[in-house]
């Protein structure tokens, strides 16, 4: 069964710090696609960046980069700089295409508070 | 131009009422869904329609009752509300079933 795993509950950092969210995902299948979604204090799920499981190349956008490593199941996000704008709960996320039941397993998020 | 909209986005009800949610989504994606987000901000997958077929049915109690008219469209009936359904409802909709999901602003439901 698929799973995710984020054991950071909540993050305190001050402005202009580099921060790291972990997760850590298990799954049988060799085809997945892993997910990264941002819910700030207003309450919208905003999708950041979906990453297939053939491709681990790292990726950047911004100040938000993605690294991925099949070796050690873990998809990590890291916000460089932070801004307090980022204060928002993540969730990294986790789909397998393969059975009639395929549907997106969330970990239980990250808070995160970003303090001027 | 919003892309998955719902409706109401608070609700405040007795114990006992029944209430709708309602969920429309205009990027003409096949499959859509409902989350349920507890006071811890756990999200999990309730139910998933596929071209208004239900396909994912996650031990939801049977007084949570989808409906989906057409593929644009996926509401949620709730009987006889209960204190423990007191939660944000999250409606979401994707392409195919395992890609990205976007979701609705969310429905703060209040059972009192």
């Known amino acids: 069964a698929q799973k995710v795993t984020q054991a950071q509950t909540e993050i305190s950092v001050v402005e202009k710090e580099d921060v790291t969210l972990d997760c850590v995902y298990e799954?049988?299948?060799?085809?997945?696609?892993l997910f990264w979604y941002k819910q700030p204090p207003s309450g919208e799920l905003v999708f950041l960046i979906r990453?297939?499981?053939?491709?681990?190349q790292n990726e950047i956008s911004g100040r938000y980069s993605w690294n991925f490593q099949k070796s050690t199941s873990s998809f990590n996000f890291t916000i460089t700089a932070s801004q307090v704008v980022d204060s928002a709960v993540y969730f990294c996320a986790l789909s397998e295409p393969t059975g009639a039941n395929s549907k997106l397993t969330f970990g239980k998020g990250i808070t995160l508070s970003v303090r001027p | 131009d919003t892309a998955v909209s719902q409706t109401p986005k608070y609700l405040v009800t007795q114990m006992g009422n029944d209430k709708s949610i309602k969920c429309e989504q205009n990027?003409?994606?096949?499959?859509m869904y409902w989350y349920k987000q507890d006071s811890k901000k756990f999200l999990k997958i309730m139910f998933s329609y596929n071209n208004k077929e239900l396909i994912i049915n996650e031990t939801v109690p049977n007084r949570f009752s989808p409906k989906s008219p057409d593929k644009a469209h996926l509401n949620l009936h709730i009987n006889s509300l209960e204190l423990g359904d007191s939660a944000v409802y999250f409606c979401?909709?994707?392409?195919?079933?395992?890609?990205?999901?976007?979701f609705g602003p969310g429905t703060r439901l209040l059972v009192l």
């Open positions: 990027l003409g994606h096949d499959t």
């Open positions: 990453r297939n499981s053939f491709d681990e």
């Open positions: 799954t049988r299948d060799t085809t997945y696609y």
């Open positions: 979401a909709s994707s392409r195919l079933r395992w890609e990205t999901q976007y």
